[in-house]
């Protein structure tokens, strides 16, 4: 089995574990509602997507 020869710093260790934080989603506004959503996806509430109608939604 492989023991590590040092100690690993605190620094070191935190650094790693910083990495790993959540983010929050980055949101567009939708031009035509103003309604938050997710770039690059349909919008939920209109099911548009670059202007174009791609789902149905229903009310």
Avoid at 27 to 33: E, H
Avoid at 39 to 55: E, F, W
């Amino acid at each position: 089995m492989a023991v590590p020869k040092r100690k690993q710093s605190k620094q070191r260790s935190r650094k790693r574990r910083g990495a790993n934080q959540f983010k929050a989603p980055l949101l567009a506004i939708d031009p035509t509602d103003g309604s938050p959503c997710m770039r690059h996806r349909v919008n939920p509430k209109t099911g548009t997507y670059r202007g174009r109608q791609v789902i149905t939604v229903e009310a």
